[in-house]
């Protein structure tokens, strides 16, 4: 485990995730080129950029399914790189993954395919899982789907349960590949919400990487708050509701072209960064 969901704001500004000058290549190709980047604990990153600029990549290394050639990639203060493969095993406990598509197993339910990191452990009995599975899926608002098999289930909440699957055993950490793409604009829409709650309501860590610059837009206008009746309410507007800890980063040719937060992205000049938000 990297730590726990439920932070203090004590642990606010401690790094929990980093990358520090890190080269990657497949073959004779450079995809990362002196990469440094970091996440402090609750904190979100947007990461930008075309389509086979390293985005899939980056969380590939984050989770030390593939390793760098050179540079350091610390998860929750530790450099994975130096692991082993049982030691990587406990570092992905803590991260949960949400994969483009939602990338469901097509022959198991909904209960199985939400509770599958549970039903793998052996330790945590069936009432225990039921009631995770339960749980995360009233989240995602598809605890009534728990029954069905992917196939009976549309793109968007083929989405959802990926994010319940993701967020079973309270992962402090989530990473999402591209979870917006290829979405109508209400379903996209309620995704976005699922995120910025988890990052605002939860102090989940998290990773986003898409080339969809009006979600990152969203992530950066809005803040979920509590309305204290067991609500959510979103905040928007020039009215500093926007969120402060949404940082960006955009990757251009292997190296980063920009990294702050989503006005000082609006207004770079960088040539590239001009050219991809206009
Ligand atoms: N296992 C691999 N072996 C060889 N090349 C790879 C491998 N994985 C990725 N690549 C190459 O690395 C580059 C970056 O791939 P990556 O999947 O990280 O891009 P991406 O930014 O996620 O793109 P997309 O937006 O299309 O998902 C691509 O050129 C891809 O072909
Ligand atoms: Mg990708």
Request: some cysteine; aromatic content about 6%; charged content about 30%.
């Amino acid at each position: 485990m990297v730590g726990n969901r439920d932070c203090g704001e004590g642990d606010m500004g401690e790094p929990m995730i980093e990358f520090r000058g890190v080269h990657k290549s497949f073959g004779d190709e450079v995809i990362l080129r002196d990469v440094s980047f970091r996440v402090d604990r609750g904190d979100a990153i947007v990461i930008l950029g075309a389509s086979g600029s390293g985005k899939s990549t980056i969380l590939k290394l984050i989770l030390g399914l593939i390793g760098p050639e050179e540079g350091e990639i610390l998860v929750g203060g530790r450099d994975i790189a130096p692991l082993s493969e049982r030691e990587l095993v406990e570092v992905r406990r803590g991260i949960g993954m949400v994969f483009q598509e939602g990338a469901l197993f097509d022959s198991l339910s909904v209960r199985e395919n939400v509770g599958y990191r549970l039903f793998e452990e052996d330790a945590v009995d069936e009432a225990e899982i039921e009631k995770a599975v339960r749980r995360e899926l009233g989240f995602v608002g598809l605890e009534d789907a728990i029954d069905k098999m992917p196939a009976q289930l549309s793109g968007g909440m083929k989405r959802r349960v990926g994010i319940a699957r993701a967020l079973i055993g309270s992962p402090p950490v989530v990473l999402y590949d591209e979870p917006t793409a290829g979405l109508d604009p209400v379903t996209k829409r309620t995704i976005l919400e699922l995120m910025i709650r988890l990052r605002d309501l939860e102090g989940v860590t998290s990773v986003f990487v898409t080339h969809d610059l009006h979600a990152a837009s969203v992530m950066a206008g809005e803040r979920a708050v509590a309305d204290g009746g067991g609500g959510v309410r979103f905040l928007s507007g020039g009215d500093g509701a926007g969120a402060a800890r949404n940082r960006f980063v955009m990757l251009q040719n292997g190296g980063i072209c920009f990294e702050g937060d989503y006005p000082g992205l609006m207004r770079s000049t960088d040539p590239y960064v001009r050219k991809f938000v206009s």
